[in-house]
């Protein structure tokens, strides 16, 4: 199982999602860190009703706090209640590339 697929199960058990993406975007930066240190993460999920976003973005590093003492450098985290998932336009929010990229 890869580290985007291990990610995706165990938010998929833990956080019940209403609407979950994972990816992988180790490519897309030129730090060296190897093929899964970058990840993006869009989660729309019950858990964070009444939550503000910085305690949102907390709930996430605690929960993946191992991992990113294992390798992973860097999350891209965009975290919504249903409800505010439904009020959004587009669907999963762009990344930009990192500055390293293509120079």
């Known amino acids: ?12 058990a833990a956080f019940k999602p209403h ?17 899964n240190s970058h990840f993006k ?3 729309v999920s019950e858990h964070f009703d009444g939550l503000s976003k910085v305690a949102r973005h907390r709930k996430l590093y605690q929960f993946l706090a191992e ?9 891209a985290l ?3 209640t249903k409800e505010e998932w439904l009020q959004r336009e587009e669907t999963t929010p762009k990344s930009t590339n990192c500055v390293g990229v293509g120079h």
């Open 78 to 80: 965009h975290l919504y």
């Open 1 to 12: 199982m890869s580290k985007q697929q291990e990610l995706i199960a165990r938010l998929t």
């Open 19 to 35: 609407f979950l993406v994972v990816e992988n975007e180790s490519h897309m930066h030129s730090s060296g860190r190897g093929a």
């Open 67 to 75: 991992d990113l003492a294992q390798g992973i450098h860097a999350l």
């Open 41 to 43: 993460i869009v989660l």
